[in-house]
């Protein structure tokens, strides 16, 4: 066996560990299922690649053939995830894995197709094979490197620059040995492409946190055991149907598809631990406000009855006593509002009553005078005379106060936090509420997920706040948007739209209960 073949199967076994620590953040995050698919097509490449260089078998190369093809999308994918452009392209990710997987499904097709086989290894298939990898992957890196140059934060771009590095390593090298196929006067490079590439992507999954959480060296070193043990037993199959390829195969799918449920099972095991724990933090949190609001009505409770019990023990008359029996059952209304509040916030129900924006910004902002943000400045610019809305007082003013909150905590050396105010009448009537601030600014995967549930970059955050403030104004009829800078601050505008209040019912702040924090 060649060294050329033993270093394909360390490169194999290394995307495999790598395409388990991507695994093990899927659902969590974006990059984390297209960085997978990418390494599961190049440990697929590098092991047909080890199997041709050993057996000879033709069949090989149309396996190589196809996982080359099908290794351009993904690498598409991941990059459109990293700039945060993967939703506004959504549909050109899906036609692309269409259209590349219908060619590297014929490259696979052909191995029980001999007709088929002969034209998908002729030039002219490779000819095309080389156009489309080349064009998807340079659209890919153009989009990178102007990602790369946008970027005004230091870690960002050593982020940016080492993924251009390492895609470069890990997708153009190989297009060395396709050219070189072509009878092209070029060296094959791409094993020694996919095996460099690697401690490049593992720097930056690892060091610079590029799934948003950091992967502890437990999860890393679990993740290269089951690779080293599923290359073994690739190098089984192999020895076992060296003769049978269709039989190869397929059990070296097997062995790949339970190798990374594997994976995905234990490398999970470490990684949700530690969001488990930030759940349960989250969970306490809320428990512990909910405490705060129910206490004092508890306590007025517990007083009155007491009194009330003294009184009835020491045998003297109720009769001078009514004002004891009307604070009962005022603590009875207001822990009945307390509880209603909880479980509109929870469900976001809202219930509609004439709504004067602007006397709801002074109240919220009025409140944060006393909430700690001494260095943050607040301004507010309230256009006169705004058209009436029906609105929830409650659900608005959390809303709110989330969006205030949120540019506060943005602002930790200071800053403007200027809440505006204004009438829209194009495109249908409407009032625009936005909170703008001057703090630290989103990168453009963290604005892409801003309004998902339970996504945060705050260590101690529920990832509710946005995902709140975005449910509460669709639940009104409004749209909510974002737009922001590294380093220029946040601007989140409500748009809110104009209906007919309903009448005969108290304004809002006249008898709606303000919810306490």
């Known amino acids: 066996m060649s060294g050329l073949a033993w270093l394909s199967l360390a490169a194999c076994a290394g995307q495999l560990a790598l395409a388990g620590l991507a695994l093990a953040r899927v659902g969590k995050s974006p990059l984390a299922l297209p960085l997978a698919l990418l390494s599961i097509a190049l440990s697929t490449w590098n092991f047909a690649h080890f199997a041709y260089a050993t057996s000879g078998e033709e069949g090989w190369r149309l396996i190589n053939l196809g996982a080359t093809l099908l290794s351009a999308p993904c690498a598409m994918h991941f990059i459109l995830?990293?700039?945060?452009?993967?939703?506004?392209?959504?549909?050109?990710?899906?036609?692309?894995?269409?259209?590349?997987?219908?060619?590297?499904?014929?490259?696979?097709?052909?191995?029980?197709?001999?007709?088929?086989?002969?034209?998908?290894?002729?030039?002219?298939?490779?000819?095309?094979?080389?156009?489309?990898?080349?064009?998807?992957?340079?659209?890919?890196?153009?989009?990178l490197l102007l990602h790369l140059r946008r970027a005004p934060q230091p870690e960002e771009r050593i982020r940016s620059g080492l993924l251009l590095l390492g895609l470069v390593l890990?997708?153009?090298?190989?297009?060395?040995?396709?050219?070189?196929?072509?009878?092209?006067?070029?060296?094959?490079?791409?094993?020694?492409?996919?095996?460099?590439?690697?401690?490049?992507?593992?720097?930056?999954?690892?060091?610079?946190?590029?799934?948003?959480?950091?992967?502890?060296?437990?999860?890393?070193l679990y993740a290269a055991m089951l690779a080293v043990v599923g290359v073994l037993a690739y190098l089984i199959v192999f020895r076992l149907f060296a003769a049978e390829q269709g039989a190869l195969v397929v059990g070296t799918a097997a062995i790949t598809f339970a190798l990374l449920a594997a994976a995905r099972r234990g490398v999970s095991a470490f990684v949700t631990q530690r969001e488990r724990l930030e759940h349960l933090a989250t969970l306490g949190r809320f428990s512990a406000q909910m405490a705060h609001d129910l206490k004092n009505p508890i306590a007025a409770l517990k007083g009155a009855a007491q009194f009330l019990k003294e009184e009835h023990a020491q045998g003297r008359p109720w009769n001078d006593k009514g004002d004891?029996?009307?604070?009962?059952?005022?603590?009875?209304?207001?822990?009945d509002r307390v509880v209603s509040t909880y479980?509109?916030?929870?469900?976001?129900?809202?219930?509609?009553?004439?709504?004067?924006?602007?006397?709801?910004?002074?109240d919220v902002l009025s409140l944060q005078a006393f909430a700690g943000y001494a260095n943050v400045k607040m301004e507010r610019e309230l256009a006169a005379a705004l058209p009436p809305c029906a609105g929830d007082y409650d659900l608005l003013a959390n809303a709110l106060e989330n969006l205030v909150r949120n540019a506060c905590e943005a602002m930790p050396q200071?800053?403007?936090?200027?809440?505006?105010?204004?009438h829209e009448s194009s495109d249908g009537a409407g009032v625009v509420l936005s909170v703008e601030d001057t703090g630290e600014g989103m990168d453009a995967r963290t604005?892409?997920?801003?309004?998902?549930?339970?996504?945060?970059?705050?260590?101690?955050?529920?990832?509710?706040?946005?995902?709140?403030?975005r449910r509460v104004v669709e639940a009104h009829g409004g749209e909510v948007?974002?737009?922001?800078?590294?380093?220029?601050?946040?601007?989140?505008?409500?748009?809110?739209?104009?209906?007919?209040?309903?009448?005969?019912?108290?304004?809002?702040?006249?008898?709606?209960?303000?919810?306490?924090?």
């Open 81 to 143: 995830a990293f700039i945060g452009q993967r939703r506004r392209f959504a549909l050109g990710i899906y036609a692309t894995y269409a259209v590349y997987g219908v060619f590297g499904v014929v490259a696979i097709y052909a191995l029980s197709s001999p007709w088929l086989a002969v034209r998908a290894t002729t030039p002219t298939f490779a000819r095309i094979t080389l156009a489309l990898v080349t064009l998807l992957l340079g659209a890919g890196w153009a989009l």
């Open 170 to 220: 890990l997708v153009a090298l190989p297009g060395t040995d396709l050219m070189a196929e072509l009878g092209l006067n070029v060296p094959r490079l791409g094993t020694l492409g996919t095996l460099l590439g690697l401690p490049v992507m593992a720097t930056v999954a690892l060091r610079f946190q590029l799934f948003g959480k950091a992967l502890s060296s437990g999860a890393a």
């Open 414 to 422: 200071g800053g403007t936090l200027t809440v505006r105010t204004r």
């Open 447 to 469: 604005r892409e997920r801003a309004f998902d549930e339970f996504f945060t970059t705050k260590a101690s955050g529920s990832g509710l706040g946005l995902a709140f403030v």
């Open 343 to 362: 479980q509109r916030l929870g469900r976001v129900e809202p219930l509609p009553r004439p709504l004067d924006v602007n006397g709801l910004v002074a």
């Open 481 to 517: 948007a974002l737009t922001s800078r590294e380093g220029r601050g946040t601007i989140v505008r409500l748009r809110l739209p104009i209906h007919g209040a309903p009448e005969g019912v108290p304004a809002p702040g006249e008898g709606a209960p303000w919810p306490s924090r």
């Open 324 to 335: 004891f029996l009307d604070l009962l059952l005022e603590q009875v209304e207001r822990l």
